[in-house]
């Protein structure tokens, strides 16, 4: 399965943005998806996940309450909208399939290119 992700943009903080993640290749209508951010420097961490069916999501905690994940497995696609942002949330973010549950990204993979988010102060 081939992901990509798209929507990133430079926004201030406050602001919103909703994060979109297209599947081609295979349907991940069965697979659980997750999207994790990278900031400069920094390791890979979780945002959040959700199962197949879409009935359970997995937050971080630094992201709960602000940040929600969703699916539409007609579209094959995965969505994260993001309210009420934070400077400190300026990653680049990825989505992946994997194992719902794990906030391990080695329990993911099919990684894509990534979308940048800028949060300005």
């Known amino acids: 399965v081939q992901l990509q992700a798209s929507g990133g943009g430079l926004v201030p903080a406050g602001g919103s943005l909703r994060l979109s993640c297209a599947a081609s290749?295979?349907?991940?209508?069965?697979?659980?998806m997750g999207w994790f951010r990278q900031a400069p420097g920094k390791e890979r961490e979780f945002v959040a996940a959700?199962?197949?069916?879409?009935?359970?999501?997995d937050y971080a905690e630094s992201v709960r309450g602000r940040f929600t994940i969703s699916r539409d497995n007609a579209k094959n696609t995965v969505y994260l909208q993001m309210n009420s942002l934070k400077p400190e949330d300026t990653a680049v973010y990825y989505c992946?399939?994997?194992?719902?549950?794990?906030?391990?990204?080695?329990?993911?993979?099919?990684w894509g290119q990534g979308t940048l988010v800028t949060v300005s102060s």
């Open positions: 992946a399939v994997g194992r719902y549950g794990s906030r391990w990204y080695g329990n993911f993979d099919s």
């Open positions: 290749g295979r349907a991940v209508s069965r697979l659980g």
């Open positions: 959700i199962s197949w069916s879409g009935s359970s999501t």
